[in-house]
C-alpha cells in the first residue's frame, strides 16, 4: 500500500464529526492507530501528539487517532487529556482492515486480537508516504514530526 493512494473511507469522530478520507486532499495527515482508550501507553502517545499539534499544523498536517473504543470512550478520553484533534471509532474495524494493523498478539498468556500500534501518512494527494508498523510510543511524534517537515522539500 506505500506509495499508493489510500482508498476513501468514513468514520464517526468526535465532537459530533464525521471523518472522510477524501475531505482532507490537500492537507498531510496524521492516522496513528492505537490499542485503547486510556491506557498508559496510549495516553501517552496521544499527550505526545497533543504537545506538539501546533508545530503539525504549522507544515499543514492534521493528526487523527483511531481505535476500536466507542464515541462515548473517545470523547471521554479526548477531554481528560484535552486533544486538539479528533478520535476516529473504528468500533467495525474498517480502517483497521484498510491498514491491516490488527494482530494476533500475547496478553496474559492469552492470544487476543488487537490493534498494533502504527502511524501512517497520508500525503496531501491521498497518496501513503510512510508508514511504521509496532511503534514504540516514546519520542514518535517527533519521529513523525521531523518526517512532516521532509514533504515540505519532495
Request: hydrophobic share 40%.
Amino acid at each position: 500500500m506505500l506509495n499508493q493512494l489510500v482508498s476513501d473511507f468514513q468514520l464517526p469522530a468526535t465532537s459530533g464529526k464525521t471523518f472522510q478520507l477524501s475531505a482532507y486532499l490537500g492537507k498531510t495527515l496524521v492516522i496513528y492507530f492505537y490499542p485503547k482508550d486510556s491506557t498508559p501507553g496510549c495516553t501517552t502517545q496521544g499527550i505526545q501528539f497533543r504537545d506538539a499539534y501546533v508545530q503539525f499544523q504549522q507544515h499543514n498536517a492534521e493528526i487523527f487517532g483511531i481505535s476500536r473504543d466507542n464515541l462515548n470512550s473517545h470523547e471521554n478520553f479526548k477531554a481528560k487529556f484535552t486533544f486538539p484533534f479528533e478520535l476516529l471509532a473504528d468500533t467495525e474495524e474498517l480502517a483497521c482492515t484498510l491498514f491491516d494493523v490488527i494482530k494476533m498478539k500475547n496478553m496474559y498468556g492469552n492470544q487476543v486480537r488487537g490493534i498494533e500500534r502504527s502511524t501512517f501518512v497520508i500525503d496531501k494527494n491521498g497518496i501513503l508516504v510512510k508508514e511504521w508498523r509496532g511503534v514504540k510510543v516514546e519520542g514518535h511524534a517527533a519521529e513523525v514530526l521531523s518526517f512532516i517537515q521532509t514533504l515540505e522539500f519532495i
